[in-house]
């Protein structure tokens, strides 16, 4: 679960790329099912200027384009982490896996993205019941349990899961515990649910942060403004990877994405320099002062 040098280990002993390119916002395609070449151009971009960690999910429709990019770039495949989740859809999203539960759903995947198997499989959110699905979550865990053993996803985890949905996971004697929870993660949204950054870190869950970016593009103008840019100036970054570091110093991996190649690279050069643990303390004291929520808003900003 530690930082060592670009990668962060897991608790599993593998290790993860400590910044993740997402494939998902922008590049979302749900219900659009001729291939994008948008998308392949832009994954391509990144896998070309060296993001190593590519992460998708069968709900943004954009597999087949991820498989496309990785064939196109001609990188191999162990070098580069290639994430997947699975939608068990819900009340606030119609989309919803077309497979008939995780097992078959990444198998389903594994076509789309052309490879043997995925670094990391996730189930995208908990809301899982027995009526609506026909299996429960601690049996959906078990479904990414089986992808382990049978050599199609060599890491699982979970994302959007509060403390009381780990709970039911890790109260079931798993075979394999989750590596990771992906939630939403920024200055203004340090718990996506109440106490879920430390309750996962301390059951040793890496968490995952989409959306880091977000004071800077949803957030203006906020209270760590001023502050960011300082520190840009200090460090010689722009905001974003101040940001970005500061996500890092925080035991948290980005995921961000873009469209441009000046910012793949930036995103991926934040290795070079160290925020002070005040610095850090400070973005996030500040930060608390305001509250930005972009994801699963109906299911959770009765917390904000
Ligand atoms: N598990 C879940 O439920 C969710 C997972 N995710 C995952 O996380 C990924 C990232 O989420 P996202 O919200 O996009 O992340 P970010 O907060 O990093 O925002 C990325 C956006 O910022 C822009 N950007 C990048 N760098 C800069 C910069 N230096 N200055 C200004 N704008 C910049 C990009 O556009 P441009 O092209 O103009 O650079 C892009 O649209 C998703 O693609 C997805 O994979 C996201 C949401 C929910
Ligand atoms: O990237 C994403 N965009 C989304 C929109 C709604 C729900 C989940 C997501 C993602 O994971």
Do not use: C
Request: charged letters at 25%; proline letters at 4%; zero cysteines.
């Amino acid at each position: 679960m530690s930082l060592q040098g670009k990668n962060f280990k897991l608790s599993n002993g593998n290790t993860i790329p400590a910044v993740g390119y997402g494939v998902g916002t922008k590049w979302f395609k749900f219900g659009r099912n001729e291939i994008d070449d948008n998308v392949v151009n832009a994954v391509q971009l990144a896998i070309e200027t060296g993001a190593p960690h590519i992460d998708g999910a069968e709900v943004y429709n954009t597999n087949k384009e991820i498989g496309q990019s990785l064939t196109n770039s001609g990188v191999k495949r162990e070098d580069v982490f290639v994430t997947d989740k699975y939608f068990a859809g819900d009340g606030s999203y119609q989309a919803r896996s077309t497979n008939a539960n995780p097992y078959e759903a990444l198998k389903a995947d594994l076509k789309d993205l052309n490879v043997d198997y995925v670094d990391l499989y996730l189930i995208h959110a908990p809301f899982v019941k027995k009526e609506t699905h026909g299996f429960d979550l601690a049996e959906a865990w078990q479904y990414l349990e089986k992808l382990v053993d049978d050599g199609y996803a060599k890491n699982i985890g979970v994302s959007n899961f509060a403390k009381e949905d780990l709970e039911v996971i890790l109260n079931s004697k798993p075979k394999y515990k989750p590596v990771i929870n992906q939630i939403e993660y920024n200055a203004y949204l340090q718990n996506q649910t109440p106490g879920i950054v430390e309750f996962s870190k301390s059951n040793d869950i890496l968490v995952t942060a989409y959306s880091p970016l977000g004071p800077l593009l949803k957030g203006k103008p906020g209270p760590i403004d001023d502050y960011v840019n300082k520190l840009a100036s200090k460090y010689d970054k722009t905001d974003s990877q101040i940001l970005l570091r500061s996500v890092l110093q925080n035991g948290i991996l980005p995921i961000t994405t873009s469209s441009k190649k000046e910012r793949i690279k930036a995103s991926l050069e934040i290795f070079d320099f160290e925020l002070t643990k005040d610095e850090v303390s400070e973005i996030n004291k500040l930060g608390e002062q305001k509250t930005l929520r972009q994801y699963w808003t109906k299911e959770y900003s009765k917390y904000d």
